[in-house]
């Protein structure tokens, strides 16, 4: 599958954005989908992880009460909601795909993933 990240952008502290994945292809609601970021200088890290459903999701503890996961299958897109933004959440933010039809499992680690998009730079400074 093929992905789109975008939504990316310049924002003040404690402000929100909201960014979008949008996947090619008719199997959309076969894969689970997760986003990961990476700092300049620093590994790509999770942020948060959705099940192929929507029925499971998990979170990295830091923006795991600020920041939401969600899918819309019908319009093959997954969306990250963040809200409260801190200048150390400032990174490029990718979503990732992994096929995994008939398991309500979100993956954690970016080697579970197998297709990636090219990334959404979220800049948070005042």
């Known amino acids: 599958v093929q992905l789109q990240a975008y939504g990316g952008g310049l924002v003040q502290p404690g402000g929100s954005l909201r960014l979008s994945c949008a996947a090619s292809g008719r199997t959309f609601s076969s894969y689970a989908m997760g986003w990961f970021r990476q700092a300049p200088g620093m590994e790509r890290e999770f942020v948060a992880a959705?099940?192929?459903?929507?029925?499971?999701?998990r979170y990295k503890d830091s923006v795991k009460d600020r920041f939401t996961i969600s899918r819309v299958n019908a319009k093959n897109t997954v969306y990250l909601q963040m809200n409260s933004l801190k200048p150390e959440d400032t990174a490029v933010y990718y979503c990732a795909a992994r096929f995994s039809l008939g398991h309500e499992t979100t993956y954690l680690n970016a080697y579970d993933y197998h297709d990636w998009g090219q990334g959404t730079l979220v800049t948070v400074s005042s």
């Open positions: 959705i099940s192929w459903s929507g029925g499971s999701t």
